[in-house]
C-alpha cells in the first residue's frame, strides 16, 4: 500500500537528485588546481549514479500511478554547493557535497521508515539500493575531507 508520505518523499527525493546532478555537474567544470582533478573525477562519476537514482525513483513514481514532477515543482536547497567565488576553493565544495549526501542519506532513511510502515517492500528496496550509494559517496568525500582539513 502507498501512502501520500511515500509519494511525497518520492518526489522530493527525485528533486534533490537532479539538483545533485547539476551542482556536481557544475562543479566538476569549474574547480581549477592539481588538488582539484580528484574531486572533478569522482564528481563526474557520482553525476551518472545520481542521474540514476533519480530513474529509479522518477520510475517508481510512475508504478505508484503517480508522475515524476518537472521543472516548475523545482525548488532549489543546495545553497552550500553553489560553485565558489575562488575556483580552487575544493575544500568548500568537499564540505558542500558531504552537507548533500548526509542529507540524503537522511531522506533514504526516512523513505525505507515510511516503505516498512506501509507494508511497501518494492520502494524500500528502492530506498535501501540508493542508500548504499549515498554512503559511498559520503565516504569518498570523508577521505578527500581528511586531506584537505578545514582550518
Ligand atoms: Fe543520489
Ligand atoms: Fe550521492
Request: proline content about 4%; overall charge negative.
Amino acid at each position: 500500500m502507498t501512502t501520500d508520505e511515500i509519494t511525497d518523499l518520492l518526489t522530493g527525493a527525485y528533486i534533490d537528485e537532479l539538483e545533485t546532478v547539476m551542482n556536481y555537474q557544475t562543479n566538476a567544470i569549474v574547480l581549477d588546481g592539481i588538488h582539484a582533478e580528484e574531486v572533478k573525477t569522482s564528481l563526474e562519476e557520482d553525476i551518472q549514479e545520481e542521474l540514476g537514482h533519480a530513474e529509479m525513483l522518477g520510475e517508481r513514481l510512475k508504478q505508484l500511478d503517480e508522475s515524476p514532477p518537472g521543472s516548475e515543482a523545482f525548488e532549489a536547497n543546495q545553497h552550500s554547493l553553489q560553485p565558489p567565488e575562488d575556483t580552487t576553493d575544493v575544500q568548500s565544495v568537499i564540505e558542500g557535497v558531504l552537507e548533500a549526501e548526509e542529507s540524503a542519506i537522511e531522506t533514504y532513511r526516512s523513505l525505507i521508515e515510511a516503505a516498512t510502515e506501509a507494508n511497501d517492500p518494492v520502494t524500500e528496496d528502492v530506498a535501501v539500493t540508493i542508500l548504499a550509494d549515498e554512503e559511498a559517496h559520503r565516504t569518498e568525500f570523508r577521505g578527500f575531507q581528511k586531506e584537505f582539513p578545514m582550518d
